[in-house]
């Protein structure tokens, strides 16, 4: 129908005649459009004209003078809106493995574009707001000629599901102008959904109506318990007089005090923990100090319970919340007193279990037996508890691996950043050596002849050994054992070890008559040259087989006189002096581990010392 307000503008509608097929307005001044006033017109315009069956003007003339009304204009500000959701997944939460999201799909209708934004939940961690700005959405798909198709009013309904750049969004429900704008173009509206839960908007809930009290069965803390009136108390909310100002009234400032000790030794570096527990009579409150000893290497945290009612049940000692309940309104009952400790629960020798720790009463001061003697409940004796210290664990140094010598490999078990071993100053001297001429101890007749000289150099107390050169042996004589120390070795091969370490070879293994093993070979000791022997001797501390006042006393205390004057008499029925080798044959019957290095002494100083030999007739008087 034509804009009344354009006819009342024009005054005079001009008329409408049809030109060589086409419809065209008569010009001005026409005499049909003098004829009547405008408002003829305009009225049988509004009364006939929509129903096409004016007596004025025929169907074509109606179509051309109705104003065009473009699409942009037509459907200005008219926007069909419908709730959806898309799923989302979950992969850093083992709660949920997705998440539904909600959002609003917007079609402007004046210019087929979509718009998607998601409506903000506080405190949700993502971005929300604008999903998808607004613009034509192409379809996953062309048509038939590989022309991009773009979304339109007509895949949009309830129920459907459109794919938007990879992502799935299923709409759920729309407005009533959006349901009227379908029907009108003939489109079946389905009813609305209901969005899915996710698991985590369903535990969020349930936690948010227990928070906000919509949740009826939830517990807000409103029961009347006896830990909840002791808290509110001490933080200054009125009590209703009870039994309790009658004990604070009477028992004011008095308290006991017991020693106790948790042992936790059985744990791994567990050590014995001893407190002094604190029983207020007051308000029958407990409070338990841990004492700590100086460098005992513990936190010194000042307590292991503040001072609170203890409930004798372990498991309503973790919360206070977690206690005998009442009525709202309810005095506390005897039972409910009963459910905490109290100076009659108090003696030596019982266990109290504080937070799964078993501690043990040992001890009481001396006020605090007094208290109990008075009403009647005298404590037992204090509990001896005797520490056990463990000795010091024994070191046992690792096997030699054979790399450089056994000192330098034992010095990494003593530093974390090994050291070379320090060497004194007196085992840089090598001045002193002691030498003698050895043998092999075998009957293999190639090495009867065999003989060596084994230098002792007395500082380090190492070893080396040189083969005398004999011509035609068969053997290359010279260097046979380089400097080096030697460890004492068992007929098997195997090393003797002290305390862990190593033996080795020192000053009181060599002498004259030794049988020395050394390098899986037996040497038997049968010389020493005269610098060794005044060494020896000038030192008789160290080396006791070269000390004459040892020897003659250890002669004189295992030597039977007659059975000395017996072997003496056979020997003097053929010769009047021995030497050293029938000295050492006729006193090795007499006297246990006596060596040719003992009888080297007797004749060095007791004989002819140029000869090396002594007098029979001496040797009764001597040693008897």
Request: proline share 4%; charged share 30%.
């Given at each position: 129908m034509p804009s009344p307000a354009i006819l009342e503008k024009q005054k005079v509608v001009p008329m409408i005649f049809r030109r060589h097929g086409d419809t065209a307005p008569k010009n001005r001044g026409h005499a049909l459009g003098n004829a009547k006033p405008a408002s003829f017109y305009i009225r049988e315009l509004e009364r006939q004209g929509d129903t096409g069956t004016s007596t004025l003007l025929d169907a074509?003339?109606?179509?051309?003078?109705?104003?065009?009304?473009?699409k942009f204009i037509?459907?200005?500000?008219?926007?069909?809106?419908?709730?959806?959701?898309?799923?989302?997944?979950?992969?850093?939460?083992?709660?949920?493995?997705?998440?539904?999201?909600?959002?609003?799909?917007?079609?402007?209708?004046?210019?087929?574009?979509?718009?998607?934004?998601?409506p903000k939940v506080e405190n949700s961690g993502i971005l929300q707001g604008n999903f998808v700005k607004r613009h034509r959405i192409p379809m996953p798909e062309s048509d038939d000629r590989g022309n991009m198709q773009f979304f339109t009013v007509r895949h949009l309904n309830v129920g459907e599901e459109l794919t938007f750049y990879g992502r799935t969004f299923h709409l759920i429900s729309a407005d009533e102008f959006t349901r009227n704008y379908l029907v009108a173009q003939g489109m079946y509206v389905p009813p609305d959904e209901a969005v899915p839960r996710?698991?985590?908007?369903?535990?969020?809930?349930?936690?948010?109506?227990?928070?906000?009290?919509?949740?009826?069965?939830?517990?807000?803390?409103?029961k009347k318990y006896p830990m909840k009136d002791f808290m509110e108390a001490t933080l200054g909310k009125f009590a209703r007089p009870s039994d309790h100002l009658r004990r604070f009234l009477v028992h004011d400032r008095e308290v006991l005090r017991f020693f106790a000790i948790w042992d936790d030794t059985e744990k791994l570096y567990?050590?014995?923990?001893?407190?002094?527990?604190?029983?207020?009579?007051?308000?029958?409150?407990?409070?338990?100090?841990?004492?700590?000893?100086?460098?005992?290497?513990?936190?010194?945290?000042?307590?292991?319970?503040?001072r609170t009612k203890l409930s004798k049940d372990p498991e309503r000692q973790a919360c206070a919340a977690v206690c005998e309940e009442g009525v709202d309104g309810e005095d506390i009952t005897p039972t409910v007193q009963h459910n905490y400790y109290s100076w009659e629960d108090l003696a030596i020798g019982e266990y109290l279990q504080i937070y799964n720790r078993h501690i043990l009463l040992l001890d009481a001061d001396a006020s605090?037996?007094?208290?109990?003697?008075?009403?009647?409940?005298?404590?037992?004796?204090?509990?001896?508890?005797?520490?056990e210290i463990p000795p010091p664990p024994v070191f046992t140094p690792p096997s030699h691996d054979g790399m450089g010598s056994e000192e330098d490999s034992l010095q990494s078990c003593y530093h974390l950043l090994p050291k070379a071993p320090l060497k004194s100053i007196e085992s840089l001297d090598t001045t002193?050596?002691?030498?003698?001429?050895?043998?092999?101890?075998?009957?293999?007749?190639?090495?009867v002849a065999r003989r060596f000289v084994i230098s002792l150099i007395v500082s380090d107390q190492s070893v080396s050994i040189i083969e005398f050169i004999q011509r035609n042996s068969g053997i290359v004589g010279g260097k046979f054992l380089e400097r080096t120390r030697i460890k004492r070795t068992r007929p098997d091969g195997s090393v003797e070890t002290t305390d862990g370490h190593s033996s080795w070879l020192g000053l009181n293994d060599f002498y004259v008559g030794a049988r020395v093993r050394i390098v899986g070979r037996?040497?038997?000791?049968?010389?020493?040259?005269?610098?060794?022997?005044?060494?020896?001797?000038?030192?008789?501390?160290?080396?006791?087989?070269?000390?004459?006042?040892?020897?003659?006393?250890?002669?004189?205390?295992?030597?039977?006189?007659?059975?000395?004057?017996?072997?003496?008499?056979?020997?003097?029925?053929k010769q009047k002096q021995v030497d050293v080798q029938e000295l050492t044959s006729l006193m090795s019957n007499l006297v246990a581990d006596f060596a040719q290095h003992d009888a080297i002494t007797i004749i060095r100083n007791l004989g002819d010392r140029a000869a090396m030999k002594i007098d029979l007739e001496a040797l009764p008087q001597l040693l008897g």
């Open positions: 074509s003339v109606l179509t051309a003078t109705r104003p065009f009304n473009p037509a459907n200005d500000k008219k926007v069909l809106r419908f709730e959806a959701y898309f799923l989302e997944a979950v992969h850093e939460s083992n709660m949920e493995n997705y998440r539904v999201r909600r959002c609003e799909v917007l079609y402007y209708l004046e210019d087929d574009t979509l718009q998607i934004t998601e996710d698991p985590y908007t369903v535990l969020r809930q349930a936690h948010m109506a227990r928070e906000t009290g919509q949740d009826p069965d939830a517990h807000y803390g409103k567990g050590i014995r923990h001893r407190y002094t527990l604190h029983f207020f009579l007051a308000d029958n409150t407990i409070e338990i100090l841990e004492s700590y000893e100086r460098n005992s290497g513990c936190d010194p945290f000042p307590k292991l319970l503040n605090t037996r007094a208290w109990y003697e008075y009403h009647n409940m005298p404590l037992a004796s204090a509990v001896s508890v005797k520490e002193e050596v002691l030498r003698f001429r050895a043998r092999f101890e075998t009957d293999a007749p190639e090495d037996i040497f038997v000791l049968f010389e020493m040259d005269e610098y060794s022997a005044k060494y020896m001797e000038a030192r008789p501390a160290k080396f006791a087989r070269s000390d004459k006042l040892a020897v003659l006393r250890k002669a004189r205390d295992q030597v039977d006189k007659s059975a000395l004057l017996a072997h003496v008499g056979d020997l003097q029925k």
